[in-house]
């Protein structure tokens, strides 16, 4: 009896908050209720938890958002005077939409969501329906991430598969300038994209095609030309795990001086990974490489990197968590070559290197105090009957609020007195080309960090390393641009400073700052015209990154400089023998038109600008070192 006295006392005040809600006037109920909007949120009579509510307004286009507790409630305290669209949203649910009026930021307001259950039969016909009633940035957020992205045109675009149906993506980007060298030139990109799902597995194929040409090739001025291509799928779902499948083809050819150099670059690239219960994840990978013309330079270029080569990698790794205060990751690795060099400057014989190694690593977690984690671990190598060990150690502290400080510190040790063989060389590119693992004999690093994930956070470190082999960086991931880059040799030594700092700037501007600092060398090397050099270089790389969310508008700025310089040791003296610079500005500006406009599809613009000074050591075309060369960029996306 008493509880069903309670019960109608309950359902009573429910009502008088709901009554107010719909009238727009405060209701009581066992006392004043508090300002704002609150509500629960119900799956048939049950609340449901963790399930995420916006509230957005619709002539301002702002968002907040709020999580429901364990009785399925949420709250927005501070709600000013608008229309908004209240969406509730949780996976395995079809999203629900409110629409709710406000006269004043100090009125109370309840209100209970019904989450439908996702009906098979009739999603693919919901979701178009629910397109046209959800703003498309809400709509974007609640759609599950895929990882990786076709389009990138919007500052942080939307990743992933649709809920029903497909979705298709279409961008276009045409840019004009001194694409490379001193020669005007163009620039075509196209990219499709289709995503959606087939039954539970999640389905996604990318496609992308671009060409270049800058000067004329048919006369004796230089010039460049080239094609590039790739194709991506990727296959997800809980009961089959993730399936990635790449390919890319890319052609260049440069002509100076009457001489043609091609570039050749193909790669087929499988992976397959695979959850492991709650605590463990396995994947394997396949990876070949057929490049002729990529890594090695027109100019003055150590002997270790080759005319042309092949290469093949199969790798598997596998983690999982041990108990509530370890984790253990362990990989093994096969990696095969060919690599073909000159046997000496200017000579037609080649010389072909066939290198075979394995590579074991485990690195493990120990959380033996709330604030204190050990990290250790082993990365070994076997390459022709020697073997080599990096241990490596850490420790990160925890420290309040929201502060860590780590220090790890490694050391390759080579248990037989073998030369490194000719050809060890590493490609990887500039901000993720040094681990630790693959290129350095020794390595020390020094980090602080506050806060984590999308948050606001700040990080600063340093770092020290010592290579023990050659390492060929590029300055990006565009192959076009192979000619940005340089080089790192066995006796190198690169300290380095880096930090990056994520802010809101009040309630509408969200904005990332990262840059790294360093400078060394000194490590001697023989080029391929046999001569003997000791190798310098510094680089300083700048970017801001920011959103504006009420327009959906992404600026993107940045500034790279990369200084080399080679001493040829001559009897015992180091004199110049030959040096380059290359500084590159970077402006972006994105803008998501649907946001604008309210369209029901995905548009976004980009116009981008490039501005040149100088080329680095491996510049295929001759450059003016003082003049100033452009790019502007302009492209066009649709998701529908």
Not at 133 to 144: K, S
Not at 202 to 226: C, I, K, N, Q, Y
Not at 572 to 586: T, W, Y
Request: glycine share 10%.
């Amino acid at each position: 009896m008493g509880g069903s006295t309670q019960n109608r006392r309950s359902f009573r005040g429910t009502r008088l908050l709901l009554l107010g809600a719909l009238l727009g006037t405060p209701a009581l109920a066992y006392g004043e209720a508090p300002v704002g909007v609150a509500g629960r949120v119900l799956a048939g009579s049950s609340p449901v938890a963790q399930a995420t509510v916006y509230a957005y307004q619709v002539v301002e286009r702002s968002l907040r958002r709020a999580l429901t507790d364990g009785g399925g409630e949420f709250a927005f305290a501070t709600l000013p005077a608008g229309v908004y669209k209240i969406i509730a949203h949780k996976s395995g649910f079809a999203p629900a939409v409110t629409v709710l009026t406000r006269r004043s930021a100090e009125e109370s307001q309840f209100l209970q969501v019904e989450l439908p259950a996702i009906d098979a039969a009739g999603a693919e016909v919901g979701y178009w329906e629910l397109r046209a009633e959800v703003p498309g940035d809400v709509l974007r957020e609640i759609q599950t991430p895929l990882g990786e992205e076709v389009i990138s045109l919007v500052a942080n675009p939307a990743a992933g598969f649709a809920p029903a149906g497909f979705q298709t993506e279409v961008a276009a980007t045409t840019g004009v300038g001194q694409v490379r060298g001193d020669a005007p030139g163009q620039m075509l990109d196209g990219q499709l994209g289709l995503r959606g799902k087939l039954g539970r597995v999640g389905l996604a194929v990318d496609g992308h095609f671009r060409t270049l040409a800058a000067g004329d090739t048919s006369t004796a001025e230089p010039s460049l030309a080239g094609e590039a291509a790739a194709l991506r799928l990727r296959l997800d779902g809980p009961a089959v795990g993730r399936f990635d499948l790449a390919a890319e083809s890319h052609r260049m050819v440069a002509t100076a001086g009457g001489g043609e150099m091609p570039v050749d670059f193909e790669r087929i690239f499988l992976r397959y990974h695979r959850e492991l219960g709650d605590d463990g994840s396995t994947s394997v990978l396949a990876q070949y490489v057929d490049e002729n013309g990529l890594y090695a330079g027109r100019r003055v270029h150590p002997l270790d990197l080759p005319l042309s080569s092949r290469a093949l990698r199969l790798e598997g790794t596998y983690r999982r968590d041990v108990g509530q205060t370890g984790r253990m990751r362990s990989g093994l690795r096969y990696r095969e070559s060919l690599r073909d060099y000159a046997t000496g400057w200017a000579l037609p014989e080649q010389d072909s290197v066939l290198d075979r190694s394995i590579d074991a690593w485990s690195y493990a977690d120990w959380e033996f105090a709330p604030t204190w984690v050990m990290q250790y671990g082993m990365y070994s190598t076997a390459r022709d009957g020697s073997v080599s060990l990096a241990p490596r150690a850490g420790l990160l502290v925890r420290f309040r609020p929201d502060w860590e400080a780590s220090v790890s510190a490694s050391q390759r040790v080579s248990l037989a007195d073998v030369e490194t063989p000719r050809g060890e060389f590493v490609p990887a590119v500039l901000g993720a080309a040094f681990g630790c693992a693959d290129a350095e004999e020794s390595c020390y690093e020094l980090q602080m960090l506050h806060g984590q994930g999308e948050g606001e956070n700040v990080r600063v470190g340093s770092s020290w390393r010592q290579f023990d082999r050659t390492v060929r960086v590029f300055l990006r991931e565009d192959l076009f641009a192979a000619g940005e880059g340089f080089f790192m040799v066995p006796g190198d030594q690169l300290p380095e400073i880096h930090a990056s700092i994520r802010r809101e700037l009040g309630e509408h501007v969200v904005a990332s700052f990262t840059s790294a600092y360093a400078a060394g060398g000194g490590g001697a090397f023989r080029a391929a015209n046999l001569r003997l050099y000791r190798n310098d270089v510094a680089y300083l790389t700048t970017a801001l990154d920011a959103t504006i969310k009420p327009t959906s508008t992404g600026i993107y700025l940045a500034f790279y400089r990369v200084e080399q310089s080679l001493d040829q040791l001559h009897r015992g003296r180091l004199r110049p023998a030959s040096a380059a610079e290359l500084e590159r500005i970077e402006l972006a500006v994105s803008q998501d038109v649907a946001r604008l406009f309210g369209m029901t599809s995905d548009w976004a613009v980009r116009v981008g600008l490039e501005l040149l000074r100088g080329a680095t050591l491996f510049e295929t075309l001759p450059v003016d070192p003082d003049q100033l060369r452009h790019r502007v960029t302009t492209g066009v996306a649709v998701r529908f």
